[in-house]
């Protein structure tokens, strides 16, 4: 459903910047969400960034608020992380989403994910 790609290596120096990118096929998000989380060894998984189905509203966890820019290409059924500033803290796999937000229990929902791709940053 997605294909995930880095531009740039997994493994990064603090500091330096990382771009992530999915792509679906297969189905349209052009009216969903769509999102990125990120799983550390050891932990949760846990909520990174996401972005509503016109590109104009954005949401990001205040760990990476500043850092992290999510965006969307709706004609190529895609979503982008540029990844700034990283930080050995930002070291996990990272998974797209694309779901809906629900109204009836105000929450957002995420059907469709991505395989994964990991990110190692290194102090």
């Known amino acids: 459903m997605f294909s995930c790609r880095r531009l740039g290596g997994g493994l990064v120096q603090a500091g330096e910047s990382l771009r992530l990118s999915c792509a679906a096929s297969?189905?349209?998000?052009?009216?969903?969400?769509m999102g990125w989380f990120r799983q550390a060894p050891g932990k949760e998984r846990e909520f990174v960034a996401r972005i509503n189905w016109s590109g104009v509203q954005t949401d990001y966890a205040n760990s990476v608020k500043g850092r992290f820019t999510i965006s969307r290409d709706r004609a190529e059924n895609a979503v982008h992380l540029q990844m700034n500033s990283l930080k050995p803290e930002d070291t996990a796999i990272y998974f797209c989403?694309?779901?809906?937000?629900?109204?009836?229990?105000?929450?957002?929902?995420?059907?469709?994910w991505g395989r994964g791709t990991l990110v190692t940053v290194s102090s």
């Open positions: 297969g189905r349209t998000f052009s009216s969903d969400v």
């Open positions: 989403a694309a779901g809906q937000y629900n109204r009836a229990y105000l929450t957002y929902e995420w059907p469709y």
